[in-house]
């Protein structure tokens, strides 16, 4: 059992939860369409749903806040996150954008046309369904170890380059407006790509004309297991490490609320000139202005310093402490997870928990009810509801490798006896799995269709 690491911090401000009795929970589950996206905030205990802007901010960080800037243009809080940006990532240009997703709208409205192709390790949601909704067609190329929960390979993210060599051949670079990397693969279990593999990565899109662009959201967590586990990076520093693999690129796009620890903000970064005019342009149509890009001055500042917070490795290594820890006590209440722990999450293997749910009847989804039955307990299913999609030549349904359920880990805000009371749930459950029952839909929106989708149990 991995030690459960102190927090590095204390405690000086609480915000109450409460247990709601279980006929409350049913009476939430019914009315919410068996959809946990659904069910009102204040009916979960713990809510493991997203680690995405949940995180605790520090003092330091609400200090920033008093300091923000809220001029309309060139405000001092944008030159303040200008130099956090340029000191970490390094690249030349950059706009700051109100999330990540807002960030892959602006690349992909300036970069994809119908019909081409981004090719990732894997994309993530709305990654994939920001480039689908530019006609573009999004592929994932993740190594085929990536899709076998029990094996324990180091850098389970690392794209596979063999398959990417194999594509590019297929459709033709020059169908391939940029490509990506997610770092860590959050699709695919927060799984770490090592530094061998991106270096690899960027060689093959670069002596293709191909420019290079990190989905950067977990990057101090894929940083922190490079210096863990990869050859050569032990004495490195993880800002070190950082500057290595963004000068591979030639941009990144970046959700500020994972590991720059803010409930708001995102980054979207480039070496490229005509890119960054475009960029701008297309900004403030969507945005604002570049000097804010959809954000209040004062979410700006708390950025600022939280990406620094992010990289600091007496947090990282509490925080993939943690995950550890609570993938380790799943695992030994007999529910198996993906292996090894990743960085930001723990994702419970729904298939083989619930074996008698076959896919069309969405084991992961079933898996997320029952801990909301059991414990008011909200994570999220990644699997056929979020990713079974027709084939576009054929029609037919095309299922997910894996049924996972998702329980991510907001920064800073949970301690040790909420990970035990997890475990301790999820061991409950283990002991009636066999008499739980998939579900099916009743209402699916057109794109991204686990937000909003809802369903009725099969019995
Ligand atoms: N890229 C990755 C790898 C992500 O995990 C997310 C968001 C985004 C991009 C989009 O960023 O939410 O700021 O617009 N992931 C959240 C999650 C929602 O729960 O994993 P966003």
Known sequence: MPVYPPEPFRIKEVESIRLIPPKAREAALKEAGYNLFAVKAEDIYIDLLTDSGTGAMSQEQWAAILRGDESYAGARSFYRLKTAVEDIFGFKYFVPAHQGRAAENILCACLVKPGQYVPSNMHFDTTDANIRARGGRP??????????PTILHPFKGNMDNAKLKAFIEKVGAVNIPFGMVTVTNNAGGGQPVSMENLKAIADVYHSNNIPFFIDAARYAENCFFIQLREPGYAHKSVKEIAHEMFALADGMTMSAKKDAIVNIGGLLCMNEGILFEKVKNELILR?????????AGRDLEAMAVGLYEGLDETYLSYRLGQTAYLAARINEAGIPTIQPAGGHAVYLDAAATLPHIPQQEFPGQALSVELFREGAIRGVEIGSVMFAHPDLETGQVVYP??????LAIPRRTYTQSHMD?????????KTRAANVHG????YTPELLRHFTARFEPLK
């Open 139 to 148: 592929e994932n190329l993740v190594i085929d170890e990536a899709f076998d």
């Open 401 to 406: 490798k894996l049924e996972l359920l998702r």
């Open 439 to 442: 579900f099916r839909f009743t």
């Open 287 to 295: 945005e604002g202005f570049p000097t804010y890009g959809g954000l």
């Open 421 to 429: 009371y997890v475990a301790d749930t999820l061991a409950h459950i």
